[in-house]
């Protein structure tokens, strides 16, 4: 069965999307699912916070420009069933570069389906940067859905509203007319504060079932995780932290099931035998 392309995304920076990918990546593979990540953000936050280097020529740079293979970039990690394609800052030039190509808006895709197809993973995650440029657009017409985190502030809903719209354009324009949402994760919430339960209420009325059951919360060992270059589920396995993002995996794979599940087929009443007028009516018109 083909994996899964998702990518992670929201034009607003430090709304938990890199540490969403890293850590709802390892509690799957936890659950022995096979997860491969592409760090799409220069800055490479997912692939330092998986404890490996920024190294030049280590990013999917050259597979957009056509230079090399994405199977040659796929490094393991201290995660078992999970690896990544690593990123490094020069994947910024691929900002100037790609729009000067044809067919710039599917470089991403023609590179990553083929593995897609191999079956070697179950899920490929995009971690997109924090911007709407030609990476991002590059991974939403490459995905199969869109996971959205957003942070539980307010204008976390205006960014919510414009990723939307995007989402529009890309089905609309024919670029990906099959993109979905995934899902819509609340990161960074506070159960203490009004803010946070009004911004998740708001969410949850316009969005409804798109919107996780899970809420991700504040935490200081996730926050402290990446520095040590390891998952918090690695970092401390039974912080709050490490806890919630075992649920949002748990709360994944039972979506996943739900849409995989065939649709029942619509019951078809059966006949109702003719009353004996409806039959004579019948054979007086087979006679006329």
Do not use: W
Not at 120 to 137: E, H, K, N, Y
């Amino acid at each position: 069965m083909p994996a899964r392309i998702i990518a992670l995304a929201n034009q607003k920076g430090g709304v938990g999307k890199t540490t969403t990918t890293v850590n709802l990546a390892a509690a799957l593979a936890e659950r022995s699912k096979r997860v491969l990540i592409l760090d799409f953000d220069p800055q490479a936050n997912a692939t330092s916070g998986l404890g490996l280097a920024k190294t030049e020529g280590r990013s999917l740079y050259p597979v957009l420009l056509g230079e090399k293979p994405i199977e040659e970039l796929i490094t393991e990690t201290a995660v078992p069933r999970l690896s990544i394609v690593p990123a490094e800052v020069n994947l910024a030039g691929a900002e100037v570069d790609i729009p000067q190509m044809d067919r710039y808006l599917q470089k991403l895709r023609d590179a990553v389906r083929p593995l897609a197809e191999t079956s070697r993973f179950d899920l490929i995650f995009v971690d997109c940067p924090p911007s709407l440029g030609i990476l991002t657009m590059n991974a939403l017409t490459a995905s199969d859905s869109i996971l959205l985190p957003i942070q539980c502030e307010y204008y976390a809903l205006e960014g919510l509203s414009v990723m939307i719209r995007l989402i529009d354009q890309i089905r609309n324009s024919g670029a990906n007319p099959n993109l979905e949402i995934e899902g819509i994760l609340m990161t960074m919430y506070d159960q203490r504060t009004n803010l946070s339960n009004q911004v998740v209420q708001q969410v949850v009325e316009h969005f409804q079932d798109k919107v996780y059951e899970i809420l991700i919360p504040r935490s200081v060992r996730v926050s402290e995780a990446p520095s040590y270059g390891q998952p918090v589920l690695l970092y401390d396995r039974n912080c709050t932290g490490a806890n919630a993002y075992r649920q949002l995996a748990r709360e994944f794979i039972a979506r996943e099931k739900a849409r995989n599940q065939p649709k029942p087929a619509e019951a078809v009443e059966p006949a109702q035998p003719a009353t004996p007028a409806e039959s004579a009516d019948s054979k007086s018109a087979a006679n006329e």
